[in-house]
């Protein structure tokens, strides 16, 4: 599959970019993508939710009342779960929701995830381009001349780019990353996706060294 390749000023150049089929036009599996983005969201998760058991509640151990005679149900002391101010019975505890997936499938679902932009025509190539400086300013008009303002794009670029990242740090619904970050969750959750044309090459050379 090939496509052109444009400048930042949003216009197309004589180049043009081949994106291996192996990689941007498989067949899709929905199962893989699904377990990866359950995966990646799981792993967002903090876990550190915690409510206090009877034996952490502040409050007297005595016993309230007598075991019988008094006509009503037993009760022990007013830490119980059963008392306004007790403690809570089975609550939650910090844990980890983070759960492992095998390679395969993380890469079977990231390619997946290329597949249903490049057939959605959601993937455009830039030229190697960086910012002299970091300003936002450059970013937005580098989404202007794409008409990408207000729309969730995602960024790919071969490499850490102090400048390019903070332009785009303090923007919403813009996300950048390097090739090798590239995960299934950012891809379909963008409405575009802009590669930087060494990028492709880098998510090639990550493909192939994870096949061997």
């Known amino acids: 599959m090939e496509i052109e390749v444009y400048n930042i000023s ?8 081949s994106l291996n089929d192996s990689i941007f036009a498989v067949e899709p599996n929905d199962h893989a993508i699904y377990l990866d983005v359950k995966q990646y969201l799981a792993s ?6 915690k409510s ?4 952490e509640v502040s ?28 403690g ?34 959601g993937i455009m190539v830039l030229e190697d381009f960086t910012f002299e400086a970091p300003k936002t300013k450059n970013y937005t008009e580098l989404l202007k001349n794409f008409n990408l303002s207000g ?11 102090s400048n390019i ?30 590669l930087v044309e060494s990028s492709v090459k880098e998510i090639e050379k990550m493909f192939k060294v994870s096949e061997k």
């Open 59 to 86: 409050g007297s151990t005595k016993k309230l009342k007598r075991q019988k005679g008094t006509g009503g149900a037993r009760s022990g002391d007013i830490n119980s779960p059963v008392f306004v101010g007790g």
């Open 88 to 121: 809570r019975a089975f609550g939650p505890k910090p844990h980890d929701y983070d759960f492992k997936l095998n390679k395969k499938v993380k890469r079977l679902a990231r390619k997946s995830a290329l597949t249903y932009k490049a057939k959605e025509n």
């Open 44 to 49: 967002q998760r903090q876990g550190t939710h």
């Open 52 to 55: 206090k058991e009877r034996s």
């Open 10 to 17: 949003g216009k197309k150049t004589a180049k043009k970019v």
């Open 151 to 161: 729309k969730k794009t995602l960024l790919v670029i071969p490499e850490i780019n």
């Open 165 to 194: 990242l903070l332009s785009a740090r303090n923007l919403k619904r813009t996300k950048v990353v390097t090739s090798s970050d590239i995960n299934t969750y950012d891809i379909l959750d963008a409405n575009n996706l802009l």
